[in-house]
């Protein structure tokens, strides 16, 4: 086993994927092609991701979680931010709270 599978044994779920890709395919059948919806502009990603973030906050159904993550790949796909483009520098934007890494440094 490599490096990378070894991490993603603990840090990756399988079955969070495997959700994700069923609720696709429904919604594929359900709504139609997201070429269309998402990329006419039809529906807005980024709308409907935060609808699933404060439902989640209210309810703690994961199921909101699958469908945030789905929104997001979608937004990638079809986006509609006037400045879209990836940058792997994170630009001082950090993780709200105290990581195990910044405690071993204390």
Same mark, same amino acid.
Do not use: C, W
């Given at each position: 086993?490599?490096?990378?599978?070894?991490?993603?044994?603990?840090?990756?779920? !399988? !079955?969070?994927? &495997? /959700?994700? &890709?069923?609720?696709?395919?429904?919604?594929?059948? %359900?709504?139609?092609?997201?070429?269309?919806?998402?990329? !006419?502009?039809?529906?807005?990603?980024?709308?409907?991701? !935060?609808?699933?973030? &404060? &439902?989640? %906050?209210?309810?703690?159904?994961? +199921?909101?979680?699958?469908?945030?993550?789905?929104?997001?790949?979608? +937004?990638?796909?079809?986006?509609?931010?006037?400045?879209?483009?990836?940058?792997?520098?994170?630009?001082?934007?950090?993780?709200?709270?105290?990581?195990?890494?910044?405690? %071993?440094? /204390?």
């Amino acid at each position: 086993m490599n490096d990378i599978e070894q991490v993603l044994q603990t840090e990756y779920s !399988e !079955e969070f994927d &495997k /959700l994700r &890709k069923n609720r696709m395919f429904v919604s594929y059948h %359900k709504y139609g092609p997201i070429k269309n919806n998402y990329g !006419e502009g039809l529906i807005n990603s980024i709308e409907n991701l !935060e609808i699933r973030l &404060k &439902k989640y %906050k209210e309810t703690g159904n994961t +199921e909101f979680l699958v469908d945030i993550a789905n929104f997001a790949m979608i +937004e990638f796909m079809y986006p509609k931010h006037s400045n879209v483009h990836f940058d792997s520098e994170t630009h001082g934007t950090r993780l709200k709270g105290m990581t195990v890494n910044d405690l %071993k440094q /204390l």
